[in-house]
């Protein structure tokens, strides 16, 4: 079966600095990833997502991830954090279940903290 | 255009009541994936529904249940309410199966 962990459950930086928030899989075959961030009492936003190819990843909002297969894992980064990047960030798997359904398998989640 | 809709926003409910949460899927899309996402965690996958059939389930009980409309709609039952079913009930949809799947805002479920 298919898992994500996400290692820090709260992360805080300032505002203008640098961020990567960790994200490991554990998937048989190929996966399918994504990062997708949830503000107070709304649904989930994807940022961004890797299927195949290239292994640094574009999103929306100046995130980026780069999927390492060596290490199973695809972390994503910010070059320069905005107030407004505070929310909570989830990792999902996308496995293939019977019959060609996608099940999403998400990481418990980072929470991020930006400081003014 | 218009995103994922979710209704009612908020419920609440008493132990061993039933309840039916309701989404509307952007057009076009025929894929309806059900989430359950407890407070302090991340989503957990509860069914997807493709063309009015159940094509995925994950590990819950019984007690819940769905289905999808001709319209492509979802409702989401749930019966014999659990403290444990309070949580947030995210529905997502997708053009097919496998395609990005756009979250729809919530429903707020408490059980009392």
């Known amino acids: 079966a298919q898992s994500v962990t996400q290692p820090d459950i709260h992360i805080t930086v300032s505002e203008g600095a640098s961020l990567e928030l960790r994200c490991n899989y554990s998937y048989g075959a190929t996966p399918y990833l994504f990062w997708y961030v949830q503000s107070p009492g709304q649904g989930l936003q994807l940022l961004l997502k890797y299927f195949s190819g290239d292994t640094l990843v574009q999103g929306i909002k100046g995130f980026e991830a780069e999927f390492k297969r060596s290490q199973s894992s695809f972390n994503l980064r910010k070059p320069s954090v905005h107030w407004s990047d505070a929310a909570e960030y989830f990792c999902?798997?996308?496995?293939?279940?019977?019959?060609?359904?996608?099940?999403?398998?998400f990481g418990s989640g980072t929470q991020l903290t930006v400081l003014p | 255009d218009a995103g994922v809709t979710q209704s009612p926003t908020h419920l609440i409910k008493t132990r061993g009541q039933h309840v039916t949460l309701r989404c509307s899927p952007i057009?076009?899309?025929?894929?309806v994936s059900w989430y359950q996402q407890v407070l302090g965690q991340g989503p957990q996958f509860i069914f997807q529904?493709?063309?009015?059939?159940?094509?995925g389930r994950g590990n819950f009980p019984d007690r819940f249940s769905a289905r999808q409309f001709p319209n492509y709609s979802s409702e989401l039952n749930v019966n014999a309410l659990l403290l444990g079913d309070s949580a947030l009930y995210l529905c997502?949809?997708?053009?097919?199966?496998?395609?990005?799947?756009?979250f729809g805002p919530g429903t707020r479920l408490t059980v009392l």
């Open positions: 997502a949809s997708s053009v097919g199966l496998a395609g990005e799947q756009f």
């Open positions: 999902a798997v996308g496995a293939t279940l019977s019959r060609s359904a996608r099940q999403l398998t």
């Open positions: 529904y493709y063309e009015k059939e159940e094509r």
């Open positions: 057009s076009g899309h025929k894929s």
